[in-house]
């Protein structure tokens, strides 16, 4: 069963009177526990696709599915709601609450609504977070204190702390030296393999894009490529 | 909510300089509004006050004598009654003092004018001669001079009248009777308000002779309290025990009537009445200067207006802001929507950095105001000058009652988070992908 289905999704925008048709019908399966790269050139329609199986953006038709639940007619209450407890976010700009120490940002996801993490193991669960992504001695800066990478690191940490089922990160390393992004997602594909969260992330770094088990490639909003490491076919929803 | 609290108070501190403005310009608001409110509760007891002093009561008595189809006669020939009802009721007062008073003409050189004469007990009432500031002559003489008139100098100029001039003065005599009487300027007083403008004193026997009093005989019978404070409650009680021993007027205003002071309802039900011997009406000094109640009243409307429009300003600029800071951080709304925070949530983040915001702005007006009122308040300004009725000892004064502090609160409560509501809609309403400014 997937964890993610796409299907026949389309999103028109208007660029004032102009109709631009950034994903032309896209039907494709994301598995539980994927490491899964979304590349392509800019303009493709990546980070549309991201906006909609993150629900912070809704297809024009077609239907996204997420945890086997379509999520075309949810109200915007009920996306949100999904959101905080199915879905974490990385993104470019790392967008840290400014005002927030690295804990605190750390934290924030915990204290809007329900989670799966229980009050008495928050503390410990934020201080494991903050190790396994290498930032304890940073932990009560400011995100103005820290590199790029670091902020990063911290980004990583907010998206798993509600333990989400999906994390998506839209061109995590888009704003890191090749090195730190390297680094970063390394740490991600770490992640993924120690607590089976599926990753999704979006670039159009061919040697990031080849970390990933699962790459689906895009083109002027459309799939051109979809296939998992090993196998010879294109990859099908199972 | 805690961490609501945090963020809502961390954002205040991220652009300083432009926080402070705004708390400045709210405090400036309150300040104003405070002050305003301060002095005028304070003037309308500090008159109160201050003509209590003078006329020597809080709670007064007038006697009306009637017999048969005969005119009335206001005298009080004997007040052994109404000092045993005093003592019944159980009032705690300073003293009791009796005093009377009439309306005049006055005439000097061919000039005119009208003025109420109160017969005092100078000599014997020392917080009259401590309160009645003089401009012109001295206490000394006053006392000296049987026939001696303080007149205030708004008077002076109408008669154009100097210390040492003798003017005739047309009264109708308790019994209806016209009579003239000489006085001696021997005082002239400052004025500051109404009342005191139409108010002259002289000594209690010299006026009782013209209206036709004998001796021992007066007019009005003064009960002084410890506080001006107690005066409505110890009326009423007083007014209760004193339907037992004497025929009183009805204190109740008219039910049809149409919006007057209580003290002029009282005079005007009461003129209709009939009854045989003395009857005795009550009053208060609150009742008498019913018409500064109404000052009082007039300038307080001043001032929440004056507190709406001042803020009805501010918030434009409070608006404008917070529409600046939803653009500023519209990345950041996003990411909290995408995270998980709800529409209910961001606005809630507004409102709270509002409240924070008009809290600071109120806590910092307040203080101000209590310093610029501690400044003022500190100056003595003597008693010898125009605004003497007006000031406590020499001193302005300021009287901050808890429900002005809570109006304040509430208005500036209200308008700063309506102020704040649109922006907060607004940014409540961004869609995710909008606010994170990724969908085009």
Redesign the interface.
Known sequence: MPIISLENVKKT?Y?GKVEVEAVKGVSFCIEKGDFISIAGPSGSGK?TIL?MI?L??KPTSGEVIIDDKPTSKLS??EL??M???VLG?I?Q?F?L????NVW?NI???L???ETRIAPQEKKEWIDHLIEEVGLTEWKKHKPNELSGGQRQRVAIA?ALV?RPYIVLA?EPTANLDSKTGEQIIELMKKINSELDTTFIFSTHDAKIVSIADHIIRLKDGEVIENVRKGEPQPAECR | MKTHVTIALRNLTRQKKRTALLAIAIAFSVMIVTVIYGLTSAISVNIAENFSDILGGHIFITGSEKHGTSKEISRISNDQALRDALKASGINYSYVSSYSSTFATIIFEGKTTSLLINGINIKENENFRKRLSLKKGDWESILTTPNALIVPEKVAQTLNVEIGDVVIAKIETVYGQNNVGEFRIAGINYNADLVSQLSSYTHTAHLNEILGLLPGEYQTFAVRLPSLKETDAAAMKYYDVLKNYVQVFDRKTEANGAPMTGFQALLRSQKKESWEGVKYRLFTINEQLAQIQQFVSAADTIGTTVLIILFLITMVGINNTFRMIMYERIKEIGTMRAIGYQQKDVKRLFLLEAFFLGMIGMLAGFLLAGILMAIVSSINFGMENEFFILLRNGHITFNLQFAKIATIFIIVSILTLLAVSLPARKAAKLSPAQALGTEK
Do not use: M
């Open positions: 925008y660029l980070t906006n993150g912070i953006d915007d209450r949100t709601k959101r905080h407890q976010f993104f700009s967008n609450i400014p005002v927030l605190e934290e924030f996801p204290l809007i609504g907010r509600t839209d």
